[in-house]
């Protein structure tokens, strides 16, 4: 397996102008703030946090929909940002793909699925008609599908179904990384595992690679290899999944994992972290998280913490490990 990273960012910035500041005057929303992160062929890094944190923002950002503010995305080796924006993302296009949260929002209730399905193979040529609707059905039948339903309509399946018909057009043409933005936060728990395990054979079955978004610790768990903790728009700690999970070491990331609901009596949970994330319209000096932070000190309220190495593989953005 190739080692070179297929998803390269750094110091990623992305804001937005936000009108209804102080006179009505346009104010900047700083979203999202230094962002470093790889992701290598065949693997799945988890981006967890609260919402509003930026998750979604940093996904569309990876495939293009977003044109960052500042920093550098590198996929496949050609860059996605700047000047060579329209090149790179001419070279790499067809080799990423986005599922989105909501599975009957993504798809045009007016379209047959086999359609949905084939429309990006059209829109790339190169396939007759016949080989077009012999690939849709190829691709519904791998995503555990009847290849009958392209001759029906989004309404006609269940949530999941119809997620499942979203993962086929993703895959239609034979991408190498795909964001998957919540994909399972309007399922069933029973479908969600479905849903994932589906992830995860495709996955192992055709090498691909995901920035997995989620909210969820214990879904992220399940498909994660790596996971990036985002806090109001910085990333506070990466780490490997089972490090993570058994050590945390930013104590944002410790917080959320003591906020997991788990059927043990004897567990001893942490307090509870109060307040709120903050503005991202005026967010606070310092480290962002020391309005919220049990261990504040006063250097956390002037100084910046840079996303260290704390151990091999382990990066966290907190003085505590300065």
């Known amino acids: 397996m190739a080692t070179d990273p ?6 990623l910035d992305m804001a937005f102008p936000v009108r209804g500041g ?22 799945t890094l988890g981006l967890v946090g609260e ?14 929909l977003y044109e960052p503010t500042g920093g550098s995305v590198k ?28 599975p009957h929002a993504a798809l045009n209730p007016r379209m047959r699925v086999g359609e949905s399905i084939a429309e990006p193979i059209a829109i790339a040529g190169g396939r007759t008609r016949r080989e ?6 190829e691709l519904l039948e791998m995503v555990g599908l009847p290849r009958d339903g392209a001759e029906r309509f989004p309404h006609e399946f269940s949530g999941g179904q119809r997620q499942r018909i979203v993962i086929a057009r993703a895959l239609a043409l034979q991408p190498g990384f795909i964001v998957c933005d919540e994909p399972v936060s309007a399922l069933d728990v029973s479908i969600q595992a479905q849903i994932v ?46 490090e993570l999970y058994s050590d945390p070491r930013h104590p944002y990331t410790r917080a959320l994992l003591d906020a997991v609901p788990r059927a043990d009596p004897e567990r001893v949970r942490g307090p509870v972290l109060g307040g709120e994330v903050p503005s991202l319209l005026a967010p606070p000096p310092g480290c962002r998280f020391h309005t919220r932070c049990p261990h504040v000190m006063p250097r956390c ?14 990066h966290v953005a907190c003085h505590l490990h300065a």
């Open 75 to 102: 996929l496949f080796g050609q860059s996605i940002t700047g000047a060579q924006r329209r090149l790179g993302l001419a070279a790499v296009r067809s080799r990423l793909q986005f599922v989105f949260q909501d």
């Open 6 to 11: 297929i998803i390269e960012v750094r110091d």
């Open 22 to 43: 102080q006179g009505g005057k346009t104010v900047i929303q700083q979203v999202l703030h230094k962002l470093n992160f790889d992701i290598a062929p065949g693997e």
């Open 197 to 242: 395990n589906l992830l995860m054979d495709l996955q192992q079955k055709f090498g691909l690679s995901y920035l997995f978004i989620a909210h969820d610790l214990a879904v992220v768990r399940a498909i994660a290899h790596r996971v990036a903790v985002l806090y109001a728009g910085s990333i506070v700690e990466i780490a490997p999944k089972d």
């Open 51 to 64: 919402s509003g944190s930026g998750k979604s923002t940093a996904g569309r950002i990876l495939v293009g």
């Open 301 to 314: 309220r002037i100084d910046i913490p840079e996303l260290r190495v704390t151990a091999p593989g382990r």
């Open 132 to 137: 077009r609707t012999d690939r849709v059905r």
